[in-house]
């Protein structure tokens, strides 16, 4: 069998301008939340706005579900009186 071989191309000039140590990102030494009370009361808000979309998503899907079942209701009514039409001699 052949060995694969590992296919790395590196271009040394793109790759001279980067130190081989790189120090560690600085980090905050601490973040405070300082805002608190308010990020909960925009949760409330957040929450409230989305029990209301979730009312109207939910009529709006029954709504879609239930027209093929109308369309095909009158759909029949339609075709069984065009059959009683032609089925039917005049007297």
Do not use: C
């Not at 808000?45 to 029954?62: G, P, S």
Request: hydrophobic share 40%.
């Amino acid at each position: 069998m052949r060995q694969l071989k590992e296919d790395i191309d590196i271009e040394a000039r793109l790759v001279a301008g980067v130190p081989a140590v790189k120090a560690p990102a600085r980090r905050h030494p601490h973040v405070a939340n300082q805002h608190g009370s308010h990020s909960f009361i925009v949760h409330l808000i957040t929450q409230a706005l989305n029990k209301l979309n979730q009312i109207r998503m939910t009529e709006v899907a029954t709504l879609i579900g239930t027209h093929h079942l109308i369309a095909g209701g009158t759909q029949g009514e339609r075709l069984g009186a065009n059959d009683t039409a032609i089925g039917k001699r005049a007297d």
